[in-house]
């Protein structure tokens, strides 16, 4: 349904500025209380980002009934969406660091990503999230069980008091060898069928040579969050592409899936 934007007051509004914000409403609206110097620091930094924005958008990511992270020809339905950030060293921040140190800041921007996802896809990638921490857990916990064990214990103490304890952390590092491992393994295994990297799909892959990485990346495997819903609000989370900015109230209403 379309959203209307009623505070004409505002000096984003009906601009491509505001298109780009896809604010839920003006009461919603997170800069609606800047003063007019903070708008036009504002509205620089919305033109810097749209220069590192592809020309059609990134709205192909996720007005889409398919999944984007599926390989291949076969694409799963759309159920899920995933959502994760990805920055931009531009435009260049300098920060207060350490010691009072100022340096430069190694992201500028950062932008809101959601990707069209199936059910299949998403069980990949949270396998992969929990599977390590989990086959360490189950050692972990099996180790502590033995060694809790009486019959089992006391026969170890007797060769050394400190036995008991050398065989939990063995468990332990028995359990996160495992679970890497097994962790590697799946992802040879998944890699064929989905992208666990999300600058491997196209729309993304045009990004980053724009210079966008991932904030959260976790050994080769991107970290994102799953949603049945699309993000509401935010900066390029609508159907807006490049675009120019427009002439402020040129229009009123955007058009939400």
């Known amino acids: 349904m379309p959203r209307v934007y009623i505070n004409t007051e505002c000096p984003l509004h009906g601009s491509d500025y505001c298109a780009r914000l896809n604010m839920e409403s003006c009461d919603a609206c997170t800069v609606r209380r800047r003063n007019s110097e903070e708008m036009e620091l504002l509205k620089q930094d919305l033109d810097a980002i749209a220069k590192l924005i592809p020309e059609e958008g990134i709205s192909e990511l996720f007005q889409t009934d398919t999944c984007m992270l599926c390989r291949g020809t076969e694409k799963g339905k759309r159920t899920w969406y995933a959502q994760t950030d990805i920055g931009n060293a531009e435009p260049r921040r300098r920060h207060i660091g350490f010691l009072g140190i100022k340096r430069e800041a190694r992201t500028g921007s950062i ?29 972990m916990a099996l180790g502590l069980i033995l060694m809790s064990i009486r019959p089992i214990r006391e026969p170890l103490m007797a060769i050394t008091p400190a036995l008991p304890a050398i065989v939990f952390v063995v468990f332990t590092l028995c359990g996160l060898m495992g679970g890497r491992l097994w962790r590697k393994a799946l992802c040879a295994r998944y890699g064929k069928k989905t992208y666990l990297n999300i600058f491997q799909i196209d729309a993304l892959q045009r990004m980053r040579r724009l210079g966008w990485f991932e904030l959260y990346e976790d050994r080769n495997v991107s970290r994102v969050v799953f949603s049945k819903r699309k993000l509401r609000q935010g900066l390029y989370t609508g159907a807006c592409g490049h675009g120019a900015a427009a002439e402020p109230n040129a229009a009123v209403e955007t058009t939400e899936e």
Do not use: N
Request: hydrophobic share 40%.
């Open 111 to 139: 932008l809101p990503i959601q990707i069209a996802c199936c059910d299949a896809c998403r069980r990949r990638y949270l396998t992969l999230q929990y599977i390590a921490p989990i086959t360490t857990a189950i050692c």
